[in-house]
């Protein structure tokens, strides 16, 4: 097992298990917090994590597949690629396939809103393009099951920040394509907007 990256959330480590990769994600302690509180939280929120990813992987959105759950820790299958954040063709926001990717990273983030989900942190750093170009969506950390318009626009303004408006727009052209409550969520974010709360969700975790 090899540390390939330490958050202020979790420590990601990479493994084998029943001769697949795997990544192996584990919760650490917050020594601020008291004992038994900080376990039952980080508990809770791995619980809430591993119950996201897998339902979105059963109704066939490209995340990586939930191989085991424990009390702070998730291993799930490896997706052998690279986040769209160090891709430079998304950076310049040029070229047709560029296009295409962020068109579909509006698709996915329609369906993953469609089930009822918000994923809390939709940036091109937890967005992955595999070895043979598909679009995969990781790191459900701050994800939570949702209905509210606020939560998805949220969704939306962390992908709008971290993109070019080039990007942006055919971004915004994938999502309205793939959900009816696109009109919904769109009012939202301009209401957010005109109130200045672009770090809602960045600001508030814990």
């Known amino acids: 097992m090899r540390k390939i990256s330490e958050g202020a959330e979790a420590c990601i480590y990479k493994t084998m298990m029943l001769g697949r990769n795997a990544i192996i994600k584990y919760r650490v302690e917050k020594s601020y917090r008291v004992m038994e509180l900080d376990s039952d939280l980080r508990e809770r929120r791995t619980r809430n994590e591993a119950r996201i990813q897998a339902e979105l992987y059963e109704i066939g959105v490209r995340v990586p597949s939930v191989m085991l759950a424990g009390r702070h820790f998730i291993v799930m299958n490896e997706v052998a690629g690279e986040t769209l954040n160090k891709i430079k063709m998304i950076e310049s926001g040029r070229g047709s396939t560029a296009i295409r990717i962020m068109s579909e990273a509006g698709s996915l983030l329609a369906r993953i809103h469609d089930h009822g989900i918000s994923h809390g942190d939709f940036t091109t750093a937890n967005l992955m393009l595999d070895r043979n170009g598909r679009l995969w969506v990781i790191d459900f950390g701050l994800s939570a099951f949702t209905n509210s ?20 727009s055919h971004f915004i052209k994938g999502y309205v394509g793939g959900t ?6 769109l009012k939202k974010l301009e209401e957010i907007e005109r109130r200045g709360r672009y770090q809602t969700r960045t600001l508030s975790v814990g």
Do not use: C, F, P, T
């Open 180 to 185: 009816a409550e696109a009109g919904s969520v």
């Open 149 to 168: 318009a606020e939560d998805k626009a949220l969704d939306i303004i962390l992908m709008k920040r971290s993109v070019g408006e080039k990007l942006y």
